[in-house]
């Protein structure tokens, strides 16, 4: 029904077509997690021969412990290699799969950080960190958020930073023209004292390695 603050009644059709667009979201991002399951032949939930009993919220950290240390005595060396890609997996969205993906060959990939500098000249306060050119590589839906990614990645041990290439030069200058890093680099400025860049590569780990190569059926 109109009313005064909505003569047309277009409050409600914005409202529809907002909650039609969530749908249509959430569907695309169901449908890419799906696929990545249907790579490594994963059921929705993880097998329960994997999981095995798990204890209650309100279990102590000792029975936490106990029931770990149990497992493990049962478990072989492929169910324990299979439960860890599991658990990886199940923290990835698909733009940081892309990133596996595109850096699976043994690719590197340009990687900055920018830091702003102290009074003294010295390293100070992290603006931005990890940005890299893996995140246009890699086609992502989210390309600004590669960064978050990266970080992501690192800190799960799929990927790994590594010195700069200097045979990578063209691509590093393609990297520092994104705006994003170009607005960092304003903020990172202290008057005359210009931000300090770190410049180093990315690259695929043993264990992302080992990930992408079971999800891909060619492991040995």
Known sequence: MASLFDPFGLVPRAAAVARTGLKVAGWAEEQAIAMLRARLDLPENTPAELEGPRPSPAASLDQKM????????????????????HRLLDQLVPDEARIISALSDGSSAPLVTIRARTATGGPGRV?????????????????????????????????????????????????????????????????RLPARIDKRTVRITALG????????????
Do not use: C
């Not at 240390?69 to 169910?79: E, K, M, V, Y």
């Not at 992501?152 to 023209?177: F, N, T, V």
């Open 66 to 85: 106990r029931s770990l240390l149990d497992r493990a005595l049962d478990q072989s060396t492929g169910g324990g290699q299979s439960e860890l890609f």
């Open 127 to 191: 603006v931005l960190a990890n940005a890299s050119l893996v995140g246009r590589t890699a086609n992502l839906a989210l390309p600004h958020m590669t960064p978050s990614y990266v970080t992501h990645l690192l800190s799960l041990g799929l990927i790994e930073r590594s010195s700069e290439d200097p045979a990578m030069k063209e691509d590093y200058e393609i990297l520092m023209a994104e705006s994003y890093i170009l607005k960092a680099i304003k903020t990172a400025s202290r008057g």
């Open 209 to 220: 390695r080992g990930l992408w190569e079971a999800s891909a059926g060619t492991s040995s």
